[in-house]
């Protein structure tokens, strides 16, 4: 049994930072990849960014060189550090891990106000 627990959304104002934190823990030892999916009210779930466990990435044109996602491989932790937000990135931010199918954590919420 896997269990994904995301930490650290929040409310911030446009031109601020959060960083977000994913921890996946149960029957597996390392995940092929880690990253982040966004959903926004009315809008399809979108990839944010992933990292494999080689330490390659992979980001939407939205968050290039605004976000940087990074992950700690003998913790199985993955963090999304995200800079210079806008109200755009409003969005419940779902962690996932992939090991022959992907695990999700229940969500957490990211409010950028104007």
């Known amino acids: 049994q896997v269990q994904v627990v995301e930490s650290g959304g929040g409310l911030v104002q446009a031109g601020g930072s959060l960083r977000l934190s994913c921890a996946a823990s149960?029957?597996?030892?390392?995940?092929?990849?880690m990253g982040w999916y966004r959903q926004a009210p009315g809008k399809q779930r979108e990839l944010v960014a992933n990292?494999?466990?080689?330490?390659?990435?992979d980001y939407a044109d939205s968050v290039k060189g605004r976000f940087t996602i990074s992950r700690d491989n003998a913790k199985n932790t993955v963090y999304l550090q995200m800079n210079s937000l806008k109200p755009a990135d409003t969005a419940v931010y779902y962690c996932?891990?992939?090991?022959?199918?992907?695990?999700w954590g229940q969500g957490t919420q990211v409010t950028v106000s104007s």
């Open positions: 990292i494999r466990d080689d330490g390659g990435t």
């Open positions: 149960g029957s597996i030892f390392r995940f092929n990849v």
């Open positions: 996932y891990a992939y090991s022959r199918i992907n695990y």
